[in-house]
C-alpha cells in the first residue's frame, strides 16, 4: 500500500501521523511511505530521518494526497484539505465528527473510508487511542499551573511544594480518571497537598490505594466540591462523561471564592468545560482572568509538547495502521470489533451511530 504522511496545518499543531520507527516498520513489511518535507520538524523529526527510514520525501501536500492510499495524520483535514482526498482513499487521524457537520459531509462527498482515533474502542469501552493525551494534558496540567502560580505569570506567588516550616500550595483535581491522576502523579512529585474529587467510588479507591493515601479523595458533590476549590491554589478540571457536555461543577460563585491569583486549569474545554467562568482559549493566548483568578482553557494542550506527544500517540495509534496497511481496511475491520468502531465514514456513508445520531444522518453499519 502507498501510506501518505502531510504536515499539520492547523494553528500550533507540531505532531505528526507517523516516527521514523513506524516508517521503517511500514517499508520492512513492503509498503511505500510518502512523506511531505518539514512534515515531522515539529516533533524533531527531520526529512533525513524519514528517509534513512525508507520513506520518500514530496515538496508539497497535493502530491501525499494525490498518491497516497491511506493518509495518516494527527489532526482532522481542515478546509483547505478537503478538496485534495481522493475517493476511496483511507484517512487515518482524529477526526471528532458529532459537533462538524461540514467535515462530515466533505467526507461524505469524497467518499473516503474515514477511521477516527477517538472512536477506536475496546470491548471494556475504554478507548485506548485518546489515553495517551489525556496522560499527558494532565501531567502539563500541573506542571503549567504550577508556572501560572508564580508572581512573574501573574500568580499569587505560592510555590506548589512549599519548603520545610512553610505551608504547601493545595492543589484540587475534579475527575480522578486518565488526566485526573496523571496531574495527580506531577503534583505530588512538586510536593503539593493534593485533593481529587470522583463520583466513581472505583476511581476513589483506585486512587487512595495507588497514592497509599497521599492523595486526599472525596465524593463528587456540591458541598465537598465548594470547600475544596475555596482552599485550592490550583484547580484542575479533568471531568468526562463520554460523548456528552461536561457538566458544570464548579460555579462562578465559587471560582469567586478562591484567593486573588489562583490558578484554574480546566482540561476538560474539549467538552464544554467543567467550570462556570471556563471559556477556550489558545496556545497564542492561553489565559484570561476572572476575579483575580488565572483561568488556563486550551483544548489541544498536547500540542505544545509535540515531541512527547507525537511518539505517545504514535505508540498507540501506529499498530492499527500497519494491520490496515497489511491487510486492507475491510479485512482488518471485520477482523477486529475494537478497529470496527473506528470506521465513521465509508463510501458516502456515515458508519458510526452516535456521529449519525448527532448530525441527524443515516445511519449504515459497514458489513
Ligand atoms: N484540553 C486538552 O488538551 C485535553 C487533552 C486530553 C483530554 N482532554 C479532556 O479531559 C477530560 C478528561 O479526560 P480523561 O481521559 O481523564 O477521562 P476519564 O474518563 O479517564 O476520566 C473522567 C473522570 O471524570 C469522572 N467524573 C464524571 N462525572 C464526575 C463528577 N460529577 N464529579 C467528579 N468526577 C466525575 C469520571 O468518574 C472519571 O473518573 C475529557 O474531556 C478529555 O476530552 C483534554
Known amino acids: 500500500m502507498i501510506i501518505g504522511v502531510p504536515k499539520e ?4 499543531e507540531n505532531r505528526v ?19 511531505e518535507s518539514g512534515a515531522g520538524k515539529g516533533s524533531l523529526i527531520s526529512d533525513e530521518d524519514y528517509e534513512s527510514a525508507g520513506a520518500q520525501l514530496v515538496s508539497s501536500r497535493e502530491q501525499v494526497y494525490s498518491q497516497s492510499e491511506m ?18 482513499q483511507i484517512l487515518y487521524t482524529f477526526l471528532h465528527l458529532a459537533p462538524e457537520p461540514e467535515l462530515t459531509q466533505a467526507l461524505l462527498k469524497r ?18 487511542l485518546l489515553k495517551p493525551m489525556s496522560e499527558v494534558a494532565g501531567r502539563l496540567a500541573a506542571q503549567i499551573g504550577a508556572v501560572y502560580l508564580q508572581k512573574d505569570h501573574g500568580g499569587k506567588g505560592i510555590l506548589l511544594g512549599g519548603v520545610p516550616g512553610v505551608f504547601q500550595g493545595h492543589t484540587v483535581i475534579i475527575g480522578g480518571g486518565t488526566v485526573g491522576v496523571n496531574s495527580a502523579f506531577i ?3 512538586l510536593g503539593s497537598k493534593v485533593t481529587i474529587l470522583d463520583l466513581n467510588p472505583a476511581r476513589l479507591e483506585y486512587v487512595s490505594h495507588h497514592y497509599h493515601g497521599r492523595v486526599q479523595t472525596l465524593y463528587s458533590n456540591r458541598e465537598n466540591v465548594e470547600g475544596a476549590v475555596r482552599t485550592a491554589d490550583l484547580l484542575i478540571g479533568a471531568v468526562l462523561l463520554a460523548g ?4 458544570k461543577l464548579v460555579t462562578k460563585e465559587m471560582i469567586g471564592s478562591m484567593s486573588e491569583g489562583s490558578v ?19 496556545h497564542e493566548h492561553p489565559t484570561f482572568l476572572y476575579e483575580g483568578v488565572i483561568h488556563y482553557a486550551v483544548p489541544n494542550i498536547p500540542g505544545i509538547v509535540a515531541r512527547t506527544s507525537t511518539y505517545a500517540l504514535t505508540n498507540v495509534t501506529f499498530q492499527y495502521a500497519l494491520n490496515i496497511a497489511n ?10 470489533s475494537v478497529l470496527a468502531r473506528g470506521l465513521n465514514i465509508y463510501k458516502g456513508k456515515v458508519t458510526y451511530e452516535p456521529v449519525a445520531r448527532d448530525l441527524g444522518l443515516e445511519y449504515e453499519p459497514f458489513s
Open 9 to 12: 496545518i492547523k494553528q500550533v
Open 17 to 35: 501521523g507517523l516516527t521514523e520507527s513506524n516508517v521503517r516498520q511500514l517499508v520492512d513489511s513492503g509498503h511505500q511511505v510518502l512523506v
Open 71 to 88: 493518509i495518516v495524520k494527527v489532526k482532522e483535514p481542515l478546509q483547505e484539505e478537503y478538496d485534495l482526498l481522493q475517493e476511496n
Open 111 to 128: 467518499k473516503v473510508k474515514a477511521v477516527a482515533y477517538e472512536t477506536i474502542q475496546e470491548k471494556d469501552g475504554s478507548l485506548p
Open 187 to 189: 503534583a505530588i512529585g
Open 244 to 247: 456528552s457536555k461536561a457538566p
Open 264 to 282: 484554574v486549569v480546566d482540561v476538560s474545554v474539549d467538552q464544554g468545560g467543567c467550570i462556570e467562568t471556563t471559556r477556550p482559549t489558545s
Open 327 to 336: 491487510k486492507g481496511l475491510e479485512t482488518a475491520v471485520r477482523e477486529s
